[in-house]
């Protein structure tokens, strides 16, 4: 097997960057991983990745926060059963309240924790084949193969309108 | 820029970059000198409140019946206003609405220090700011726990998980404007910039689970906005009290809500666009928008005043129509009227689609806007208390100057706290307005031509 290389292409267009990775696909290097400057539905389909992870943490969060108000609301009523207002001292439509915001602030949460932990943030390291132009104004695709793929990958990179290309090793 | 955009390639994403940096750019010396003007007003506030804290609230207007007067008025206005961050950013989020990009990072901006700025207010209004946290639940050393059958207690959750979200929310957002700042910037804003962006460079990974942990958070965020100001409502619905006890309340305040937070971003955006040179970001065609939100909610409120009389009248209820007939012709009655120029009669020119872009005219209306609101929330809320069920008990309050310079104070650190954040992060999301770069450029084309 020969030597991995990375092969860096930049594009200025979003659709252009967007039909060069279908068609690094079919090629099936061994990874492909792509910057951009803007969330791309396009790229992302493109890609064909499965969806995030983030949602089950998500929702598991919000279930999380609707036990915890029960507990709360129902667990400190029957600690001290002072009935208050004539009303009953498990009093449902009210901890329905706290139920809701409860699930809303520990589904929030977890989105956040849940982004951070996926998305591998705090990132300390810089990805190869990263450039400030990708934060910017620019689409990059970084193709790892081997090298005997590498003629072929750098010309669908041209192909498909890539401003530049540059080969790294990996 | 707006004048040159003939082309449909103009501004570009690099131009939209410029546009939003050169803001963040050192500030000259007007700007750190209306800083320190709101910040001395702090001050000031902050001495009042801690004269109030030692000699009590005798040093307030606050009397039998009126024990809630503007202290209170200004953490449902403040809170109000925090609600049009939300809306634009979160629900026109869902709603995939076009002229929100350019608007929404001030609107969540203001949002989440106009929350800040409510959750001083229950604070200022406490006699012993020092037992605050009985709200929390926490058990007394009766290890008795708070009461959660009491509104008070859907208060303190429901806004603390507002501020919370809506940080979190204000935060997601800016991660990849302040990763594109940290490329272009240099010295201590390198450094501040990339200790917020969190290492972020954009990566397939970084935006699939960022895009869908921002839609889930925008999704949690939209019932939220609209539960925090019924709940904020049922504060006064839930009590017995003429003026207040009425199930017309969570949607009534839920769009004088919106109202006012979208008249509030208008306030802030028109002066802002001119001294930080950003017309070829905010367009008119953004404020077009903005106005037809204040025109529907303006609508949406005088219905609601509508029916609230009608209900009084249907209702039979004799206290209950003494009480509004006060709040009409008695002697804070002016404050009514004032309310109903401000909320129902004069956004009536907004209908003028002239009007809409007319920037002055708008500011303008926006102000009146704020005004009114603020006035609706003390009518509602000391003007009930004030003529209660009892006419030997009926007396007016005064505010005190405690509470006048506390009130000042909070507009104050309001401005302040935005001002900072107008001029050392990104205002304007550039990730957005690249996202939906078409639309801004369309926008600006229709200006050209208008101009041509």
Not at chain 2, 72 to 80: K, S
Not at chain 2, 103 to 116: D, G
Not at chain 2, 392 to 415: G, H, K, M, N
């Amino acid at each position: 097997m020969s030597p991995s290389i990375e092969i860096v292409g930049s594009f200025a267009d979003e659709m252009a960057c967007t039909h060069c990775i279908e068609k690094l696909r079919a090629v099936r290097p061994a990874a492909l991983r792509v910057f951009s400057p803007i969330p791309s539905h396009h790229i992302e389909h493109a890609i064909g990745k499965p969806k995030s992870r983030v949602r089950a943490f998500v929702l598991t969060g919000g279930a999380l926060g609707i036990v915890s108000a029960i507990a709360l609301t129902v667990g400190t009523s029957w600690e001290w059963n002072l009935v208050v207002g004539g009303k009953p001292i498990v009093s449902w439509p009210p901890f329905i309240i706290i139920m809701f915001e409860l699930m809303v602030l520990f589904g929030g949460i977890s989105a956040v924790l849940s982004f951070l932990f996926n998305a591998r943030v705090p990132a300390f390291e810089i990805e190869r084949g990263y450039s400030s132009r990708f934060s910017e104004d620019r689409f990059g695709i970084v193709v790892r193969c081997d090298e005997g793929q590498g003629a072929q990958v750098e010309s669908i990179l041209k192909e498909s309108g890539a401003e530049e290309v540059v080969r790294e090793a990996a | 820029m707006a004048a040159a955009v003939q082309d449909t390639t103009t501004p570009s994403f690099r131009d939209v970059d410029r546009s939003v940096l050169r803001v963040m750019e050192m500030p000259g010396r007007i700007y750190w000198l209306w800083v320190a003007f709101c910040f001395s007003l702090v001050a000031f506030g902050g001495a009042m409140w801690a004269r109030q804290i030692y000699q009590g609230l005798g040093v307030t207007g606050l009397r039998q019946p009126v024990m809630w007067a503007i202290y209170i008025t200004n953490f449902v206005f403040w809170v109000g206003i925090a609600h049009s961050g939300t809306l634009i950013s979160a629900i026109l989020f869902l709603f995939r609405t076009r002229w929100r990009t350019a608007v929404y990072r001030a609107a969540e901006t203001m949002t989440l220090f106009a929350v800040a700025t409510a959750g001083l207010y229950p604070l200022i209004h406490l006699g012993r700011v020092w037992n605050a946290y009985w709200l929390l639940p926490y058990p007394n050393e009766r290890y008795l726990q708070p009461n959660f059958r009491s509104p008070l207690v859907w208060d303190a959750f429901a806004v603390s998980t507002y501020l919370t979200i809506s940080a979190l929310f204000l935060f997601m957002g800016l991660i990849p404007d302040v990763a594109n700042a940290r490329e272009q910037s240099t010295g201590w804003r390198k450094t501040f910039y990339s200790l917020l962006a969190l290492g972020w460079q954009g990566t397939d990974e970084q935006w699939r689970h960022y895009s869908m942990a921002y839609l889930l958070l925008a999704g949690l965020a939209t019932p939220l906005v609209l539960s925090v100001h019924s709940v904020v409502s049922w504060d006064f619905a839930m009590a017995q009290l003429p003026g207040w006890h009425s199930t017309i309340f969570a949607p009534y305040f839920v769009a004088g809500a919106i109202f006012s937070g979208v008249a509030m971003v208008i306030t802030l955006l028109i002066p802002m666009r001119k001294w930080l040179h950003i017309e070829d970001l905010l367009t008119p065609w953004h404020f077009d928008n903005l106005a037809k939100v204040v025109l529907l909610t303006s609508l949406i409120v005088s219905y609601s005043y509508a029916t609230e009389t009608f209900m009084t009248w249907y209702s039979g209820d004799k206290i209950e129509q003494m009480t509004f007939h006060m709040r009409y012709f008695g002697p804070w009655g002016w404050m009514f009227w004032v309310m109903v120029l401000c909320n129902c009669t004069i956004p009536l020119l907004l209908f003028s689609p002239r009007i809409r872009v007319n920037l002055t005219a708008l500011w303008i209306i926006s102000i009146f806007v704020n005004i009114g609101m603020w006035f609706e929330r003390f009518v509602i809320i000391a003007g009930s208390l004030a003529v209660n069920f009892n006419p030997s008990q009926w007396a007016f309050y005064r505010p005190s100057l405690t509470e006048l310079s506390i009130t000042v104070a909070s507009f104050a650190w309001f401005l302040g706290l935005f001002s900072l954040f107008a001029r050392f992060l990104p205002i304007v999301s550039m990730t957005e307005l690249k996202e939906g770069i078409g639309w801004l450029r369309k926008a600006l084309r229709k200006d050209y031509e208008k101009a041509a």
